[in-house]
């Protein structure tokens, strides 16, 4: 653990991430401590500038609404559809492709057939027909977000069973008489884990900006605050006020940034023998 820290540490830009994606994670999780009234709220007089009033430092929409309260709120909703879509994804695109790449043969070639299907199709076109058939929800845009991001997941881990399932501790388990779900879940996967563990943290980034593109066209639930709900909300006033749409914009791009960069420093501190071929 010490190791990967420190190798982790030595990447700028990754503790840089780190510190910025902790900022978020810290006002989404005390937003309500933050902000006692509602981001649905009217608290002042509309179009307030921002650093105009101390109390509304962010300044407020076309409602009268806290812009501040609302980036607070909209935080912790793109982080927790972030993380909860990602990780469903990845049990899927995990269970996909331990099987396929374990059993092979036929097995193999009807579950890629079955992930390529989805893969041909663009996600957020798949993502926006999912939540506008279902109804926009939080559980129908987590569920969208899942369906459209394990194919990926399930390549990768049928690349890497494909690479470990030949090795020499694989076959001892199998000559051993070790089942095959054993030897998937003890012997293979946690072998696999450093890449899959890269893969889900820039899926994070990539949830929240599905989420944001969902909340900007409409389709994002309406009893939660979001960054995307924010830009849609405001973009009718983008002339006249600039600021409304500017700070969800900076949010979203801060977050998602902060997180590729951690991506990448995971990366190098899971792969270090990669990063010396680099360079």
């Known amino acids: 653990m010490l190791a990967f820290l420190r190798l982790f540490s030595r990447n700028r830009g990754a503790v840089f991430g780190a510190i910025v994606l902790m900022v978020v994670v ?4 005390f937003c309500s401590t933050m902000f006692e ?16 009033d101390a109390q509304f430092p962010l300044g407020t929409d076309m409602l009268g609404r806290d812009i501040a309260a609302g980036l607070a709120y909209g935080a912790r909703v ?7 879509s990602t990780l ?8 996909v492709g331990s099987v ?3 059993y092979g043969g036929w097995i193999d070639d009807a579950l890629m057939r079955f992930t390529e299907f989805f893969q041909t199709i663009p996600q957020l076109a798949m993502a926006v027909v999912l939540v506008a058939i279902v109804g926009p929800s939080i559980y129908s845009i987590v569920g969208a977000i899942a369906v459209v991001s394990w194919p990926p997941v399930a390549r990768l881990v049928r690349g890497e069973f494909l690479s470990l399932k030949q090795r020499e501790f694989v076959q001892a388990a199998v000559v051993i008489g070790q089942r095959p779900s054993r030897i998937i879940f003890t012997q293979i996967l946690p072998n696999a884990i ?8 820039l899926m994070i980034a990539t949830a929240i900006l599905t989420e944001s593109s969902l909340a900007f066209l409409g389709l994002g639930d309406r009893n939660m605050m979001s960054w995307g709900f924010m830009i849609g ?15 969800p914009g900076v949010a979203i791009l801060m977050t998602v940034l902060a997180i590729n960069l951690i991506g990448e420093g ?13 360079e």
Do not use: C, H, K
């Open 26 to 29: 810290l006002v989404g999780v």
């Open 37 to 52: 009234e509602s981001p649905w709220m009217m608290v002042a007089q509309p179009l307030m500038l921002p650093f105009e």
């Open 78 to 84: 793109s982080l927790m559809v972030g993380l909860v």
């Open 88 to 95: 469903v994804a990845v049990l899927v695109g995990v269970l």
């Open 100 to 102: 396929a790449g374990y």
């Open 194 to 201: 450093s890449p899959i563990i890269v893969t889900a943290s």
């Open 233 to 247: 909300a405001s973009r009718t006033m983008l002339r006249e006020a600039p600021w409304m749409s500017i700070m």
């Open 266 to 278: 995971l990366n190098d501190a899971m792969n270090p023998q990669l990063r010396r071929r680099g």
